[in-house]
């Protein structure tokens, strides 16, 4: 009732002009969403293996020696399966080779990503006879694979001086992986864009208020926009013991409008955080901050912090999650009194690789938006579903979205309605591998958002942008 009586004392000053001024949208309301991590297709390392050595079996040959031979075998030829039924026959020997059996039920554990009790065992074999180089030097790849860098870069060190001169080249390009990966990396994108409503306003024109009937201004309504969009960037993940990780990223990105220069946008985000990496899962912990221009002046600003993980569950299929607490601070003294507050946000995905060049994603998100005025607090709700597949070097990502979000009491100008959005998107990009410059990638890039209103007068609206970017990773 407070709120009918406020937009009946409203009414009649509004009914004094011809057109109507319709509130203006939050800008970087993504910005206070989980940050969500695009899928990509997996490739399957490359591992290096000592020299193969002749095989053959002699009717001479001791049952043991027919047992060590085979296993051999199967070690250098990555025979898992043979290997399953040799092992615990060979093990039943009475002068078994300990050594040999922990090397070939090491190597097979590696195989089935097992990667905690395969180092256990490659590390029992160099603690009892540390002369052995190749040993030490697939306890360091494991390491290495498993993402344990300080520790797989001592074996690999201590395992080189006694390896061949190949095997010396193949060890140095391990320990120069692990050092690019930990060093700070770079990336930075630009890319002309152009919108029809860059101001993310309804392109319905007359507003009914009870009986009564206005006119939008002109500023009310969708405008068009042209551009370019830019982004700068910096992160390292440092390996600091075992799977553990320190993180830290910082980013600085916009957009600038030459034709309509009040919509251009700036924000500059910083995070620094914890993370636990494995060969099969990570899980992180990160405090963030994120400052946001609109035009010229500070628009907002955000910080809080976000949890998420991602866990391979088999050699095809991947499970990841987030969840994050936002606190969002808006500058201007009106938006901040109606919208500051805090935004709890989850989203859990779950990927496919259904071939080698072919990867199928979707999941399902969630949000509260707890605002300061109850009538700005909504509940979100959504799915997605995607594909990125892969042609030589032709590459193209594909996905749509739907949110439907609900909104808590009623609204100001609208009094017996509770404003709800179906909010649905598309997405899409296509590059070519070959296609770039000094590793400037150009990509061909498709957005499409429509947002459909209970309160079509204000909220209803819809977008679409064509745009090539340029990227690069330093």
């Known amino acids: 009732m407070k709120k009918l009586a406020n937009f009946l004392i409203f009414l009649p000053f509004a009914t004094q002009a011809e057109t109507f001024h319709a509130p203006q949208p939050v800008f970087f309301e993504n910005n206070t969403l989980p940050k969500q ?3 990509q297709i997996k490739t399957q390392p490359k591992t290096e293996n000592p020299p ?9 040959d001791s049952t043991k020696t027919k047992f060590e031979k085979l296993i051999n075998y199967g070690v250098l030829k990555q025979q898992w399966h043979l290997l ?3 092992l615990p026959l060979y093990q039943q020997q009475a002068d078994y080779d300990e050594t040999l059996y922990r090397y070939a039920m090491g190597a097979m ?3 089935e990503q097992k990667y905690d009790e395969a180092i256990s065992l490659y590390q029992q074999i160099v603690v009892e006879k540390p002369e052995l180089s190749y040993p030490r030097f697939d306890l360091g790849v494991m390491l290495f694979e498993n993402k344990q860098y300080r520790q797989a870069k001592a074996e690999l060190e201590r395992a080189k001086p006694e390896l061949s001169p190949q095997m010396q080249q193949f060890t140095e390009r391990y320990i120069q992986a692990m050092a690019e990966r930990q060093s700070w990396q770079s990336d930075m994108e630009l890319q002309y864009t152009q919108t029809d409503n860059v101001n993310n306003a309804s392109s319905q024109q007359d507003i009914i208020l009870g009986e009564l009937r206005f006119k939008k201004d002109s500023e009310s309504l969708p405008q068009k926009a042209h551009g370019f969009r830019y982004g700068v960037g910096v992160n390292r993940e440092l390996n600091i013991s075992g799977n553990h990780f320190v993180t830290a990223n910082g980013r600085f ?9 009040d919509y251009s946008e700036k924000s500059l985000y910083a995070s620094l955080g914890y993370r636990y990496r494995s060969a099969l899962q990570t899980v992180g912990f990160t405090p963030f901050f994120e400052q946001n221009w609109l035009g010229s002046p500070r628009y ?3 910080y809080g912090v976000v949890a998420d993980f991602r866990r391979e569950l088999t050699a ?8 994050s607490h936002t606190q969002k601070r808006y500058a201007q003294e009106g938006v901040a009194r109606r919208h500051n507050g805090y935004i709890n946000g989850a989203s859990l995905s779950l990927s496919y690789q259904a071939r080698q060049n072919w990867l199928l994603f979707g999941g399902m998100e969630g949000s509260l938006d707890r605002s300061k005025d109850k009538e700005e607090t909504s509940i979100r709700r959504g799915v997605n579903i995607g594909s990125v597949w892969e042609m030589k070097d032709f590459v193209s990502r594909v996905s749509v979205r739907y949110v439907k979000r609900d909104f808590q009491a009623e609204n100001f100008y609208f009094p017996m309605k509770k404003r709800q959005d179906k909010e649905y998107s598309f997405n899409s990009t296509i590059w070519h591998n070959k296609l770039q410059w000094q590793g ?5 890039n498709y957005r499409y958002r429509k947002i459909d209103s209970n309160i079509p007068e204000f909220y209803s609206r819809k977008s679409k942008e064509w745009f090539i970017s340029v990227e690069k990773d330093f």
């Open 52 to 60: 193969a050595s002749s095989f053959a079996l002699s009717d001479a």
């Open 37 to 39: 991590i695009e899928p």
């Open 109 to 111: 554990l590696r195989a």
């Open 300 to 302: 907002s600003k955000n």
């Open 84 to 86: 399953k039924q040799l």
């Open 316 to 323: 095809y299929w991947a499970i990841s999650g987030s969840f």
């Open 253 to 261: 990105s916009g957009v600038h409008y030459w034709d309509n220069q």
């Open 440 to 444: 400037f990638v150009p990509k061909l």
